[in-house]
Nanobody, 126 residues
Framework: QVQLVESGGGLVQAGGSLRLSCAAS????????MGWFRQAPGKERAFVAG????????YYVDSVRGRFTGSSDNARNTVYLQMNSLKPEDTAVYYC???????????????????WGQGTQVTVSS
């Protein structure tokens, strides 16, 4: 059974940093893509960043590019999302997800991802 477990969320002041982790178990995700999504109250779940396990590439939405950095540790089957210069509008529940379909580019819609973690709350105070 595939499991994704996020950690690292919390409360931080604007301008601060957090690092989210997503540990995968149950299978090897080498060659797949991992996505980070977030969902703010009253809003739909939205793509934030995507990471290829192989490190072949990362993709970010415009609102976080330059502030967030995705990475992977294949040996630990874990992906990370380093979030710097956090803003109050980054407040949301953050989810990691795994896409088991090989694609030439990272998928950006929730429907393309097969496995999801339980989410971790990130709150940025002004």
């Amino acid at each position: 059974q595939v499991q994704l477990v996020e950690s690292g969320g919390g409360l931080v002041q604007a301008g601060g940093s957090l690092r989210l982790s997503c540990a995968a178990s149950g299978r090897t995700f080498s060659g797949y893509a991992m996505g980070w999504f977030r969902q703010a109250p009253g809003k739909e779940r939205a793509f934030v960043a995507g990471i290829k396990w192989s490190g072949a590439g990362t993709y970010y939405v415009d609102s976080v590019r330059g502030r967030f950095t995705g990475s992977s540790d294949n040996a630990r089957n874990t992906v990370y999302l380093q979030m710097n210069s956090l803003k109050p509008e980054d407040t949301a529940v953050y989810y990691c997800a795994a896409d088991r379909t090989f694609r030439p580019v990272v998928a950006t819609t929730v429907y393309d991802y097969d496995y999801w973690g339980q989410g971790t709350q990130v709150t940025v105070s002004s």
